[in-house]
């Protein structure tokens, strides 16, 4: 089976940096995406990984370890604005087809 | 570009009823998800459809369940009776193949909240 852990809050400061781990257990693995839900909205796209490493786009970055089963979502720059859940999803490669599992997101409250 | 939307958003109906559920994926994408969020959970993989085939429904909760997309278009869901435990977002989402040049990644909708009495 799969199994995807994130922590279920984090509070943190405007213009600060905050990180938010997932660690995750999956075979076949083929990719780690980022999405950003507002609540009542739909998730958007966030990042994608599939290969050791940091992805940077604009003031977010994510990275992935596939060894470690481990990803992290970081945001500089904290805006208001970011106060969302970010929700950590494994695809997967299984019955000839693209699988999305996701995690149960983390909430994060940015305060002034 | 119209993103994927999904009708109705938020639907209440009785135990015993039926409710169908309508996504109009993005226009070119042949991938269509389904997948639910029931209250305080995750969100959880129902079925994908590549074109008008069903390509993995490993994920649909039981019988009453019943997804279609005929002509490779738009998707229904229907669930028939509903039960209580049947409350939740259901979010459809899209998506182009997986190559060289585009990571797959899935386009949802807003969802339709579904609320079971």
């Known amino acids: 089976g799969q199994n995807i852990d994130q922590p279920t809050e984090m509070t943190a400061t405007e213009g600060a940096i905050v990180q938010i781990n997932c660690t995750y257990q999956t075979s076949g693995f083929n990719g780690l995406f980022w999405y950003q839900q507002h609540a009542g909205e739909a998730p958007t796209f966030l990042s994608y990984?599939?290969?050791?490493g940091l992805e940077e786009k604009g003031r977010f970055s994510s990275f992935l370890s596939r060894s470690k089963g481990y990803s992290y979502l970081l945001l500089k720059e904290l805006q208001m604005k970011d106060s969302a859940s970010y929700l950590c999803?494994?695809?997967?490669?299984?019955?000839?087809?693209?699988?999305?599992?996701f995690g149960t997101g983390t909430q994060l409250k940015v305060e002034l | 570009e119209a993103g994927v939307t999904q009708f109705p958003s938020h639907s209440v109906i009785e135990k015993g009823q039926t409710v169908t559920l309508r996504c109009d994926p993005i226009?070119?994408?042949?991938?269509l998800y389904w997948y639910r969020r029931v209250m305080g959970k995750e969100i959880k993989f129902l079925l994908h459809f590549v074109k008008e085939s069903k390509q993995d429904e490993s994920g649909m909760p039981n019988n009453r369940f019943l997804a279609e997309r005929t002509g490779g278009t738009y998707s229904t869901l229907k669930v028939q009776p509903a039960e209580l435990e049947d409350s939740g977002v259901y979010f459809c989402a899209s998506s182009q193949d997986q190559n060289s040049d585009n990571t797959g990644e899935l386009f949802f909708g807003e969802g339709s909240r579904l609320t079971v009495l």
């Open positions: 990984n599939v290969l050791d």
């Open positions: 226009s070119g994408h042949d991938n």
């Open positions: 999803a494994v695809r997967r490669w299984a019955g000839g087809g693209n699988k999305l599992t």
